[in-house]
Nanobody
Framework: QLHLVESGGGLVQPGGSLRLSCAAS????????VGWFRQAPGKEREAISC????GDRSIYLGRFTVARDNTDGTVYLQMNNLKPEDTAVYYC???????????????WGQGTQVTVSS
């Protein structure tokens, strides 16, 4: 099981952008599929996107782009034109292949808070 660490969250104004990072402590993510999920207050966790080991993307929620940098084993989530309803805790998860189902993923990060507010 990997120890995943998300970073890059914070407070941003509507219309702004953030780039979240997901890294594996003591390891690398280039041999794993990595999914991004989010959970807003009072709501269920939902799938955003997933990138396979070979770079194929599965998009479940538009506007956000997932990418990987195999030079450092990091996976990113680029979020543009952020809206207040994007406020949530964002999580990355890793396993062998992509899935929109959170129960599939065996390794999870602790989450990073994204708040979109003026």
């Amino acid at each position: 099981q990997l120890h995943l660490v998300e970073s890059g969250g914070g407070l941003v104004q509507p219309g702004g952008s953030l780039r979240l990072s997901c890294a594996a402590s003591g390891s690398t993510l280039d041999t794993y599929a990595v999914g991004w999920f989010r959970q807003a207050p009072g709501k269920e966790r939902e799938a955003i996107s997933c990138i396979s080991r070979t770079g194929d993307r599965s998009i479940y929620l538009g506007r956000f782009t997932v990418a990987r940098d195999n030079t450092d084993g990091t996976v990113y989530l680029q979020m543009n034109n952020l809206k207040p309803e994007d406020t949530a805790v964002y999580y990355c998860a890793a396993d062998s292949t992509c899935s929109w189902q959170e129960d599939y993923f065996g390794s999870w990060g602790q989450g990073t808070q994204v708040t979109v507010s003026s």
